[in-house]
């Protein structure tokens, strides 16, 4: 697993692309300059690693296009320590650039084959995620509640409930709300009660899904 000169010259050209697409957080720029996406596809696919669009990983799933994982990440707004929740592990590249983030990562994914995979392939990059769970993201992680940002990343036909209970007060929820397309919705919760909510432009995900395989 080799990350070059070449891969690196890549990447620039990749954080140029989103820069001319409206990412301005300079943290989550440098993030992706850092993180050899290659390593997180099948090998065989590295003229794909470095464009800016989602790709086949295995199980069926995908690797979330850079400019979304960007979009998000900015919205999240994180900052070094923040306890964050990640619904959706798949490959593990947005669970990685969460930690080049700084913050203190919990990620859940419902299909075994890519937990697995996962779980085996980030360490060895050197990305520790606080944990990685094997289950179902509509429930969320009580047992680990509040968390300071939760980002989900598959398509979520409706808002679940346990997710916005599980946001720290001033906490983020960035969802891509809807079945076939997906508007990008933020949740910013200022009280026990009180959400705020905004909306963003519509991206296209895998669907979230209940019900693990
Ligand atoms: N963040 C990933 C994107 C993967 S695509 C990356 O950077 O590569 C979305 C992922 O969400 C898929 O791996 C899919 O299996 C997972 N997923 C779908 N429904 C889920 C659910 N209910 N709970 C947890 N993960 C789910």
Redesign the pocket.
């Known amino acids: 697993m080799k990350d070059t000169f070449k891969h690196k010259g890549m990447r620039q050209q990749l954080v140029d692309t989103l820069i001319g697409k409206g990412i301005k957080d300079k943290a989550v720029l440098n993030a992706i300059s850092k993180i050899p996406r290659h390593l997180?596809m099948d090998s065989g696919f590295i003229d794909h690693a470095y464009v800016d669009k989602a790709f086949p990983?295995a199980?069926d799933?995908?690797?979330?296009q850079p400019y979304t994982?960007a979009f998000q990440s900015e919205l999240l707004q994180i900052k070094p320590g923040d306890k964050v929740l990640?619904?959706?592990?798949?490959?593990?590249?947005?669970?990685a650039v969460l930690i080049e983030l700084g913050a203190k990562v919990y990620s859940?994914?419902?299909?075994q084959e890519?937990f697995k995979k996962t779980s085996k392939f980030l360490p060895k990059i050197g990305y520790r995620a606080k944990k990685l769970i094997f289950?179902?993201?509509?429930k969320g992680l009580p047992e680990e509640a509040p968390f300071k940002s939760i980002i989900v990343?598959?398509g979520a036909p409706f808002v679940p409930k346990p997710l916005l209970s599980q946001l720290a007060i001033g906490g983020r929820l960035v969802i891509p709300v809807g079945d076939d397309v997906q508007v990008m919705t933020l949740f910013i919760r200022r009280g026990q009660k009180e959400f705020e909510k905004h909306e963003f432009g519509e991206f296209r995900?895998?669907?979230?899904?209940?019900d693990k395989n």
């Open positions: 997180f990983i199980a799933q995908t690797i979330s994982v990640e619904i959706g592990t798949g490959s593990g590249y947005q669970c859940i994914e419902r299909q890519l289950g179902d993201g509509y990343t598959a995900f895998v669907p979230m899904l209940e």
